[in-house]
């Protein structure tokens, strides 16, 4: 669990019933946050934060509609599909007003079976976030860590994870939080339009992992820290 210097922050995931969430959730309420799974269905959150509960055997998780479960957190997580942003997110401004946001939307669909990162007019999933929640201190992160991978407290993680925000401050909280976890080196990326080029990473992961069965990351070279 976690150790007694780090500080503890109540972490909300907004579809946090699928893979990425469930996951997400799973190991930073491993390493000791206080975590609320999310959902558009209460009873779905709940179902979900008893199961990772039974997972960890301790530790604190509750389940609630996204728009609860982000007015109670302080760090709020965006783990929905990119297809369910634009109706999702407007409602959630008023509980995300001043808070940490962290998109780890990837904006990807799949054409002729195969993996396509979409090209937006914001730019990238979290630019379009931030401008569906304009008075959040929006960061990108955790687009290229593998859900699978997540999901399984049995297998470390050996990942780097790439922080991008044009807020400094929100920006070095989340490369702290995911630092947390072990087998994660969390990088700064610069600002948020960064963003775009880490999403687009996820169409290729996705399709390296189809050639190769297997569940691959990132990891940057030559930046020792």
Excluded: W
């Excluded at 799974?37 to 199961?51: H, I």
């Excluded at 999702?88 to 509980?95: D, F, H, K, S």
């Excluded at 339009?193 to 189809?210: F, G, H, K």
Aim: glycine share 8%.
């Amino acid at each position: 669990m976690h150790s007694p210097e780090r500080e503890i922050s109540r972490l909300a995931f907004v579809g946090g019933t699928g893979p990425e969430g469930r996951g997400l959730a799973l190991r930073l309420a491993s390493v000791g946050h206080p975590v609320i799974v999310g959902s558009r269905s209460r009873e779905r959150a709940e179902e979900a934060a008893a199961e990772l509960l039974e997972r960890l055997g301790q530790g604190v998780v509750s389940g609630l509609p996204n728009e609860e479960a982000a007015a109670r957190a302080d760090i709020v997580f965006l783990t929905l599909p990119h297809a369910g942003v634009a109706d999702t997110l407007p409602p959630l401004a008023p509980a995300t007003r001043g808070k940490i946001v962290v998109s780890a939307v990837a904006p990807v669909e799949f054409q002729e079976g195969r993996p396509v990162a979409l090209r937006l007019e914001a730019g990238s999933a979290a630019q379009e976030a931030q401008l569906l929640l304009p008075e959040a201190r929006l960061v990108s992160a955790f687009q290229i860590v593998d859900a699978h991978r997540l999901q399984d407290l049995e297998t470390p993680l050996d990942t780097d994870v790439i922080v991008c925000s044009d807020d400094v401050e929100a920006r070095r909280e989340v490369v702290r939080l995911a630092g947390q976890i072990p087998g994660v080196r969390a990088l700064s990326g610069g600002r948020l339009s960064t963003s775009r080029y880490v999403e687009e990473c996820t169409a290729l992961l996705i399709t390296l992992n189809r050639i190769y069965k297997a569940h691959s990351g990132i990891r940057i070279t030559g930046i020792d820290r």
